[in-house]
């Protein structure tokens, strides 16, 4: 990347947050037992069981978001069974086949600003009937979705009734669910969320992480040999205290939620500085993702200050592009940006 | 793990070395482009290509040992083709069934001394003849063997020689090749193995890094689309530029040579002193790894102040056991250790 | 079933052409070779060659559509290589996703009267860009279409020339071959159709036979190990000379064409009546499928005298219903269904 | 196949038992709901129900042999759970890895005379300790084995104990198990049999059927949505009544127990005439099996009338052959091959 550049790209392309890097130096000449059965992990995954409000809810510290996906669906669904989910969803279009190579259908419902709506859910059980088709047994959904939308606690409970009942699980991807629950869009806390769930993962990479995501498995029948299913992917970390380290240290004194509310933050400011110059945005910003339409002079000159994701290709209203905010952006950078327009 | 033990236990329960954790450290507030498409991944990448001899070599930075495995093998093999492994290969016994969840039969043949020998992989070929018997396509050994017992040269040649024979692929799980390479044992260089091997990886984890494994595609045939495969299985690390950084300190000034060599003279040390002391080893010490055999007394007597593994059940002969040396293994600790006895 | 009862539910429900049983019959005392190796199956394998014009294309005989794409699909593609399909295709709706359980995403375009357009192809393929998604491999179409439709010579023409474009392979799945290449409105033969293809399978299901398909592999990079994976799956039958036998005697004085271009007729006879009662038809009838939509009042005289199938729930235009003739379809059984209109 | 020889080559070289064929024919002009829903199809399956003292099991009508296998195995087991078979099973050497296809491990205990002991199934579970290795879930055994011989009452109650000690499901490949009902050596009834198991299939194709196994799964708790499974492998044949008809003619008055029975007694007595020959034996004959061992001039004058398998190369004992007998063999069969010693 060239230097002195603003960088819109994503949320993932610095090491990682101080105090977690602190963390992983504070454990020098520490010596750990393998594989994430050390202390340190056991008592993240109680911290997390605390912070969740699932005391008995299974806590696995995974790779990274596609491997847990993965994994999950492994280990939950029978092979005819079928994962239902949005069109846009991460899992459908940018997991290279994952589900699939696993062995699983996905189904998919329309997805408006990036959601899932319960009667779709619902029209698509309905219209599996027979041994002849798959069984769909999974709804998943992104909270921020793929658009940077977040679900509404009337919308999650929703889902939560068209799963129960067509009997489905209900997972969410949350690779950016610090941005979700800091999201003024979103009434949820974390309790709630999870006790909609079956279960659901808390991204750790997207939100100031070297790497890792933490699975909460909230249905105790979904619990059993997971760390079978864990190795067998290949994602059994030999050093999982590394994982247990970072989260411990990124859920301490609240700076996950930290890190995820200043993203948002730096968003809406942005987001008001773009309105303000009557720039077409492409979906609400919610979380700490900007979708916006640019002419080609516009991204031209953008291209050479700030580094962005074109998010399609040109069409009659200009070229669709994103901006993605995180912990490291900052009100100066933001101030720059909207100089550009 | 208790306080002032030595660590004996396995060669990944610290976190990593100094100078791979200053690298990562000195990226702070850069920026990188996302899933190994870095510059210092490239870099890292080009100096493993000038290390092993293979400037046209795929090299592929990859999250651990089973994964690697699980996905080259995916990559490279056809259904109904087949890894011949030794019995004891960690494929075959350690990795929960990984390589048949992707879809493939290992063919086991004789391990002596961890070491699987061309006749019977020549046999194991000869057995499988037609459409109702798998196809062997893939010979998979480790080096270091699960034994910590190390190929030569001409043992090396002879299973080429056998693999070329029959049509397969040699592949080399080398999570321990730093120590396989430095041991007195080998007559090997780098560049003379990767020259017999179809592919082969360089393991970080167990030599210094915090993970980590290089994987290095010599035949220019199995390189096409591997990054799909490596997504598809979960494990395109987001931030993949943290490999790139730990591969490229790690072997900056041949420090992965050192931190090898060192772990094996501690175990050539510490073999020296139980041979001594008439303790029988249930392998010779080739590398980084002392296999003995212990009485119920000295059993309870080292568990006080060393951290091992119990390798097998109790037996006529006493209980098996493991000590592994590290980097980080000193002098003083072996001394310790032997005087134990 | 009930006595008596017209019988328009599918083309699949008596046991076979009475050639077919008699060329069993002939076969008693006769002792063949196990799994396909029979000299009567290589005869019919070789006629199989000599009618479709590829001398040197691989046959196989496959004991049904669903195993037969599954089969070709695990045969021919990498993990990481997709399927281009018709949203409506038998692989994508019906085979209780028998595709993903071998491990390959399915990607669908729009359906028009149950075709695919080359030009939605190529906006799938230029869809996917990168190791992130899927890379898209194999189009795969069905010849009659599910709604009983077929491709003129000039739609597969651009269809091959856009997977010549993307690299892509064209498979046609011949559940109905024979009623395609006998149909009105269908102008290619059986050596054009498979001249355009890099596989088919010619049904014998639902023409005729007791089960099986004969599966033609055009492209000879295709062709390696076939039997292996046919073993593999399950599908290698241990009498499979039943199959050679079968397709020898439906293939004989041109047998096969004969029952298809009857069940045509039979269904184009329907059609007019229909069109001439003022029936809304719901598809163009172009073989042996009539898909026409009817009344409540309508269904229940229907149901009283005719075997038919429910095609989807009610909607307002009435209830829609799929007719399916066969070899055994009579002139006197379609008076008698039309006088019920 | 050479006319006039004596064909001893294998129990599947002819179309089908008469009466088999007769109630194929009867069906002409019948009309059957498709995929096995059929009322010939439900007939069967109660009266195999009421065969095997079963009144609750799932009894599904599957093409082949290892078709059910692997369709079973994938319905049953979770990815990380392995089958335990004899090295000798015909899943572990003669599938072409279809159950590692499926995702399953196979681990192998030794094979005496075909035959598991239990001392060696507990054995193999002991070793499987944590989520590192596959978990043992399930036991498959053949019934008759693959060199003929039958597990006795005694034998199945102890592999039913261990089973149960370790939590593995017993699972019976009864391609011959017809021939092991009514061996000598083998004092158990086909209700006494079910009774020790979890799910076994009733081997169709090898005594006297075109096709077909019949598959009980006796275990409630494995009988949800299996339908799914069968059309997920493909295996789900749009003439399923086929399949019903079949077993219905050959379970009808006993005839598939007595062409079981007669296909012993003439592989009984080529015994007593091989052993009065002082031909040495490879197995004791217990079914329609015969091995034995012998010299290249024996070899060549048998291979002039006979047709037979070569089971092994030479060695220094002679060529080890096989002579398979079945409802077809004749006593002037048996006695001109005798004369040929």
């Known amino acids: ?15 990682a947050h101080p105090r977690v890097l602190e963390a992983i130096k504070a454990a020098d000449g520490k010596r750990f037992t393998g594989y994430g059965t050390d202390e340190a992990t056991a008592a993240t995954a109680e911290a997390i069981r605390s912070l969740t409000g699932c005391p008995d809810a299974g806590v696995h510290f995974m790779i990274g978001g596609t491997h847990t996906n993965l994994t999950a669906i492994s280990a939950f669904l029978r092979p005819h069974e079928a994962v239902v989910s949005p069109l846009s969803a991460h899992i459908n279009v940018h997991e290279t086949g994952a589900i699939e190579a696993a062995g699983h259908k996905i189904l998919t419902v329309p997805a408006e600003a990036g959601k899932a709506k319960a009667v779709d859910v619902a029209l698509a059980c309905e219209a599996h009937t027979d041994e002849h088709m798959v069984k769909p047994k999974m709804l998943l959904i992104s909270q ?3 658009l940077g939308t977040v679900y509404t606690r009337e919308e999650l409970k929703a889902l939560r009734e068209v799963c129960d009942e067509y009997g489905l699980y209900l997972y969410v991807d949350g690779a950016r669910l610090g941005c979700a629950l800091m999201s003024e869009a979103c009434d949820l806390s974390m309790e709630e969320l999870a006790g909609y769930t079956d279960a659901f993962y808390i991204g750790g990479t997207k939100n100031g992480l070297l790497f890792g995501e933490a699975l909460v498995i909230v249905n105790p029948a979904l619990c059993s040999d997971f760390r079978f299913l864990v190795k067998q992917r290949g994602g059994l970390l030999a050093k999982g205290f590394l994982l247990g380290i970072q989260f411990g240290a990124i859920f301490e004194n609240g700076l996950y939620f930290e890190l995820a509310g200043h993203a948002n933050d730096m968003a809406a400011k942005l987001t008001a500085g773009l309105i303000g110059a009557k720039i077409p945005l492409l979906a609400k910003t919610e979380s700490n993702q900007v979708f916006l339409c640019v002419s080609r002079e516009t991204l031209d000159r953008l291209a050479e200050k700030i580094l962005f994701e074109r998010w399609a290709r040109e069409g009659e209203a200009g070229t669709p592009i994103r901006f993605v905010t995180s912990w490291q952006t900052t009100d100066e950078e933001v101030a720059s940006v909207l100089g550009l327009f």
């Not at 790209?9 to 090491?15: Q, R, S, W």
């Open 1 to 15: 990347m060239k230097m002195g550049m603003i960088n819109l790209m994503n949320d993932y392309n610095t090491t």
């Open 144 to 146: 921020t979705t793929e």
